[in-house]
């Protein structure tokens, strides 16, 4: 069965690889072993080591272009066992009910697709799909490239991926876009969301490397005491585990996250400032017509405690499930509502009712 080299967090690593004359095979079973951080103080050594990594670098890389595939004993086996491209499993093993994980590519092209164009990120998601979209050919050019020029050119391009990733996920994890009584333009929001959704928690099984990892997050929410970054992580949690209808995903407009949802959630902390505050969607819309223009507009609002998000989260039924899937809908469907300039963007508000 196809399976995968586990992750070794070693930072002893031999500087001398290049004059130890070790064949080519020898030297890329070693560098599968070595996460990519370890790879990248390898690499700093000589230009003749730097090619050296090329393949495997590239190799990484077009892991991210293929879909993977595990069993659903992944969540209290050994990963490493199960593990393994979608195609090569289901033709060796076509018995097997193995579960989808998309490839990288295609949760880039779908958070592209459904992320609100407003959000800061969009131009680095955009180029990250279009850099996935096309291989980067090495064969053939590694052995001919004397210069150092052109043999870190090749290094950036293959690492590019990577670090726009890292940056996407820094921008939503280490930023704090409240403004004044707690407001978050909703495009922003929503964004970030969905950005959380499609792209954490495939660090674990070494789906992509590089930037922050699903425990960094959950690590932050306990240290930097967010509580945007609480919201955040919670409501795309709901959108990547629970189970919707075909009407609700409709009104949520997003697809559902094959694969993704079947994995585990990792054990959240929150603070209990968390669970006092409330986030109340603010839109407007239009008010009545007069004969020569638009009346004022209304102001509409609805909150949500985040216990009752929470309760949602942990399958609590009745009202509150009635309450958080309406105001979940009404969150997504206001960031695809067309509006004329002059009415003011939608916002969500962060508010502590039980502050003095």
């Not at 969301?193 to 070494?206: E, G, I, K, N």
């Not at 054990?267 to 505050?277: G, L, N, P």
Request: glycine fraction near 4%.
């Amino acid at each position: 069965m196809t399976s995968f080299p586990p992750v070794h967090h070693c930072h002893c690593i031999p500087t001398n690889l290049e004059s130890s004359f070790l064949p080519s095979e020898c030297k890329r079973n070693i560098f599968s072993f070595l996460g990519l951080e370890d790879i990248l103080q390898f690499v700093s050594t000589s230009k003749i080591v730097l090619k050296d990594t090329l393949s495997e670098l590239h190799r990484r890389r077009e892991h991210m272009r293929k879909p993977f595939a595990y069993l659903p004993a992944w969540k209290s086996g050994n990963e490493t066992d199960v593990l393994g491209f979608w195609h090569t499993l289901t033709i060796q093993h076509p018995t097997i009910e193995w579960i989808m994980i998309p490839s990288l590519y295609d949760r880039v092209c779908e958070l592209y697709k459904h992320i609100p164009s407003g959000h800061p990120m969009v131009n680095t998601i955009c180029q990250m799909r279009d850099d996935l979209a096309h291989d980067i050919v090495i064969d053939g050019y590694t052995k001919a490239f004397d210069h150092f020029s052109d043999v870190f050119n090749l290094y950036q391009k293959l690492l590019r991926v990577q670090k726009m990733h890292s940056a996407i996920l820094r921008h939503v994890i280490r930023a704090d876009p409240t403004e004044k009584e707690g407001a978050v333009n909703l495009d922003r929001y929503v964004g970030d969301v969905l950005c959380v959704a499609y792209l954490f928690h495939q660090d674990t099984l070494r789906l992509i490397e590089g930037g922050p990892t699903t425990l960094s997050l959950v690590q932050n929410l306990t240290a930097s005491k967010s509580c945007y970054l609480s919201w955040v992580h919670l409501h795309s949690n709901i959108l990547r585990v629970k189970p919707f209808t075909s009407a609700q995903r409709h009104r949520l407009g997003i697809p559902e996250f094959y694969g993704l949802s079947e994995m585990g959630v990792p054990h959240d902390r929150y603070h209990d400032f968390f669970f006092s505050s409330e986030m109340t969607l603010v839109f407007r819309e239009f008010g009545p017509l007069g004969p020569a223009f638009r009346g004022r507009d209304i102001v509409r609002l609805r909150e949500i405690p985040a216990r009752g998000l929470f309760a949602y989260m942990s399958n609590e039924r009745g009202a509150v499930e009635e309450l958080a899937m309406e105001w979940l809908c009404l969150v997504h469907e206001q960031t695809r509502k067309a509006r004329p300039m002059t009415v003011r963007p939608p916002q969500v508000r962060l508010v502590f009712p039980n502050e003095a």
